[in-house]
């Protein structure tokens, strides 16, 4: 309800405000309403509710024309929640993985880096496009601006064999120890906290994320003290 007033009139302060305004005498209407029903007569209650009908009402003819400014702002939550939710469990895997999948992704022998982890090859190609989809889930969301980095389309694949891994969109997302998917985490992140801020609530568990990013911090400052 709180965002009504905001796509219905973007340039209006007192548009705004009347919409909140609105919405604290239609919640005052409903705590009213329920405290009091039983002493009530139908007519009462019918003229209590009276600031929930009208916003109600306005609403309706909101949806009526709803703006594409708020499709697209759902759209970006999604995406953006979608993809912090991808790229940290790639981040996750094991370091090992994480390096075959590197150096599978330019070109290295698949099999020798399954002999190199010890492990057996369908287990091994399993695990490295499993990694490769999460990828790929991240990257197909950025498909505009990684085509303009590299120049011409880069007609990105879901990979399905370890030649569909080789291909030029992975290449990127691997590149410079995976920082596109460190900058896709914060992007994304500032992406959801818009829409938070907006919204005046969240429904992204941030507690977990969090937890995850010092953990992932954490095994990083360990590996690299190894």
Known sequence: MQRLGLYCNTDDPENEESVLFACREASQAVAKWTKDFDNLSPNQRQLVLRPLSNLFAAYEEFLKDAPARLIAEVSAYSLAVRVAKKAMAFLELDGGLISAVGKVVNGADSRAEARRLKMPYAEFTGRILHAANLLYDVGIQADKELSAMYGKPLNPVRPRRISDVRRPMMKMLVAD??????????????????????????????????????????????????
Not at 200 to 211: I, L, P, Q, V
């Open 177 to 226: 120890k995976g920082g596109a998917l460190v900058r896709a985490v914060k992007d994304s992140e500032d992406v959801i906290r818009h829409c938070d801020n907006g919204a005046g609530f969240s429904c992204f568990n941030w507690t977990e994320h969090f937890k995850r990013t010092a953990n992932l911090i954490s095994l990083m400052h360990r590996e690299a003290a190894a």
